[in-house]
C-alpha cells in the first residue's frame, strides 16, 4: 500500500510496521504466527501480510460454512382467514380485488381498514 502511493519503503520501515500490526493482534494470532518461524529467523512484512490474509480466508470461509449450516424455523399463523379488504375467504395476497388496485389506492385502502403494511 505504501508503495503504491510512492513512498520508499526499506527494512526499517518493513521492521517498524511489523511491530505495530503484530501490537494490533489479538494474542492468540500473534502466537499462531510467531510458532510458525524458527525462533533464530525475523520474518518479513510481507511474510506478516501473507498470513494474516490467509487467516481472513480462513475465517471467512468458517462463517459461511456456519451459516449454511444454520436452521431457519418459521411460522405461519391462520389468525386472519377472512379477507381485511372484501371479507371473502382468502388472504389479502390473494385477493382478486385488492390485486387490480392501483398503488395509491392500496395505501387509501390499508390505511382505512388497519392492514399492516410489511405483510
Known sequence: MLESLEY?????????LMHMILFKLDTN???WFERTFPTDVIPRLDELLQFLATQ???ITSSFTKRNV????TLVASNAQSQC???NG???LSRC?????YQFKAV???????NVCFNC
Do not use: M
Not at 449450516?69 to 431457519?72: A, I, L, P, S
Not at 382478486?96 to 387490480?100: I, K
Open 84 to 86: 381485511p379488504l372484501c
Open 96 to 100: 382478486d380485488t385488492f390485486l387490480n
Open 107 to 113: 395505501q387509501i385502502s390499508f390505511k382505512t381498514n
Open 89 to 91: 375467504d382468502h388472504t
Open 29 to 31: 494470532s500473534r502466537t
Open 8 to 16: 520508499k519503503v526499506d527494512p526499517t520501515s518493513d521492521t517498524l
Open 56 to 58: 481472513a480466508r480462513s
Open 69 to 72: 449450516q444454520r436452521k431457519v
